[in-house]
């Protein structure tokens, strides 16, 4: 039986203040949640910020991104002991922002996804189409290609240390979110194409869905068979609706 997870991703905003009040405001509500594991992944420099202020609290931290090399001559990198050593449980890689805007190529990700778990850290490993993808029949071999870079240089049964997100590219930050049907086909996709290699790996793996969930429409998403919580942009800089989304994990 996989328990839910919901992870909020923050990309680049706040600041000291406002990251203060919201994780302050996100403790207080996460107290009679028992069911899902949260997280919120802060953007690098107020990752020990973030870590203090969730020491008495039941909500974890992550990173949004890794390098890919451990130390070295790599200006501007962050490694995964460094986000290890400040507190860090989860980092979140491939997300398609860093895939298109930024030139992570699969083979990069699925590098960061084994330096992650050298160190100890859960990666959120993110796959997802485009909507030209999606509209010429794509999504499967998309979704396959990003994986199979991944199962390449990994053992299938690493993945039970991992969470993978479903996140098409064309529903995030856009406020269309994919149906609970659409999602849930992609999902079934994923954990059969894992299930092929290793049916019980396939069945402890938590698959989130990712694009524009909000409070009204987490629920319907999370109560899918193949949908195990979801990773969230937007909905959590805002603490009520970010409650709203971890409660349907709660009940799903
Ligand atoms: C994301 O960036 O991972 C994401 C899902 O964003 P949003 O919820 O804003 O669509």
């Known amino acids: 039986m996989r328990t839910s997870f919901v992870a909020g991703n923050w990309k680049l905003n706040g600041n000291q203040a406002s990251i203060s009040a919201l994780v302050a405001n996100i403790n207080a509500g ?26 008495n609290s039941t909500l974890k931290l ?3 991104n890794v390098s890919n090399y451990e130390t070295g001559a790599y200006t501007g990198e962050v490694s995964a002991p460094m986000l290890k050593e400040f507190g860090c449980e989860y980092v979140i890689i491939g997300h ?13 990700c699925a590098q960061k996804f084994v330096r992650a778990q050298q160190a100890g850290l859960t ?6 189409e485009t909507l030209t993808e999606r509209e010429a029949n794509q999504t499967e071999a998309v979704i396959s290609r990003q994986l199979q870079a991944l199962l390449a240089i990994i053992d299938v049964q690493d993945l039970v240390n991992s969470v993978v997100a479903y996140e098409p590219i064309w529903a995030i930050g856009t406020g269309k979110t994919a149906t609970p049907e659409q999602a849930q086909a992609v999902h079934a996709y994923i ?11 396939a069945e402890k793996l938590q698959i989130l869905y990712g694009g524009s969930v909000k409070g009204s429409n987490a629920a319907k998403l999370f109560a899918m068979p193949d949908i195990d919580g979801g990773l969230i942009g937007g909905a959590a800089l805002n603490a009520d609706e970010f409650l709203t989304i971890c409660r349907a994990g709660n009940k799903a």
Do not use: W
């Not at 997280?39 to 020491?55: K, R």
């Not at 398609?96 to 990069?108: C, H, T, V």
């Open 62 to 64: 992550g990173a949004q």
């Open 96 to 108: 398609s922002e860093r895939r298109a805007l930024f030139g992570e190529s699969d083979e990069i």
């Open 30 to 55: 996460l107290e009679s949640l028992n069911q899902t594991t949260v997280a919120v992944c802060a953007p690098c420099v107020y990752v020990p910020l973030v870590h203090t202020l969730t020491q």
């Open 191 to 201: 954990r059969q194409m894992i299930a092929n290699l290793n049916k019980s790996v």
């Open 123 to 128: 990666p959120i490993f993110c796959v997802g």
